[in-house]
Antibody, heavy 120, light 107 residues
């Protein structure tokens, strides 16, 4: 079945960087975009950016522009999200999600299990 | 950016109740609206996309309607496994954005 498996929890100091991985299985990795979304405590889900694994093209939220980098390794069917210059407000669960399209409408399915990043 | 507003933010209901959750967009998004369920400590799960299309494997007690700026998610007969938080999401324009969530609790 289609699955996204993320790397484990991280604890980072302010100013450091974190890189989270998202390994896809059960489908052709290069055929579906991967999005990154975070959920800070008590906050709504927040979109960070996405990558087209086939071309490597990316698009980032203005909020994270300059601090986030999304890459992929097609040989490993894995996408990565790196966030730099971490601050306490970046403490959150980070999710990857596959984009599907039906009736021209994009949606996210499935999601990875989430990776807790704690900045302290 | 498009703002998504859900109401109510929480509700208490009993098993068997009919539950309706509303999502409003700050501008017209046609039918580019999706609904997700999130249980505590778990990732969101896609329930409906394009406002009213049930994702494969999702029970038929879930339904969605609306277009433009106002949308609803209805659970026709609440089951014990439905107690969770529900989010709407627009994918009409980038950045895709989410509602603040509606927590459905046991009365």
């Amino acid at each position: 079945q289609v699955q996204l498996e993320q790397s484990g929890a991280e604890v980072k100091k302010p100013g450091a960087s974190v890189k989270v991985s998202c390994k896809a299985s059960g489908y052709m990795f290069t055929s579906y975009a991967i999005h990154w979304v975070r959920q800070a405590p008590g906050q709504r889900l927040e979109w960070m950016g996405w990558i087209n694994p086939g071309s490597g093209n990316t698009k980032y939220s203005q909020k994270f522009q300059g601090r986030v980098t999304i890459t992929r390794d097609t040989s490993a069917s894995t996408a990565y999200m790196e966030l730099s210059s971490l601050r306490s407000e970046d403490t959150a669960v980070y999710y990857c999600a596959r984009e599907i399209t039906m009736k021209l409408v994009a949606a996210f399915d499935p999601w990875g299990q989430g990776t807790l990043v704690t900045v302290s | 950016d498009i703002q998504m507003t859900q109401s109510p933010s929480s509700l208490s209901a009993s098993v068997g109740d009919r539950v309706t959750i509303t999502c409003r967009a700050s501008q017209s998004i046609s039918k580019y609206l999706n609904w997700y369920q999130q249980k505590s400590g778990k990732a969101p799960k896609l329930l409906l996309l394009a406002a009213s299309t049930l994702q494969s494997g999702v029970p038929s007690r879930f339904s969605g309607s609306g277009s433009g700026t106002e949308f609803t998610l209805t659970i026709s007969s609440l089951q014990p496994e439905d107690f969770a938080t529900y989010f709407c999401q627009q994918t009409y324009s980038t950045p895709p954005s989410f509602g603040g969530g509606t927590k459905v609790e046991i009365k």
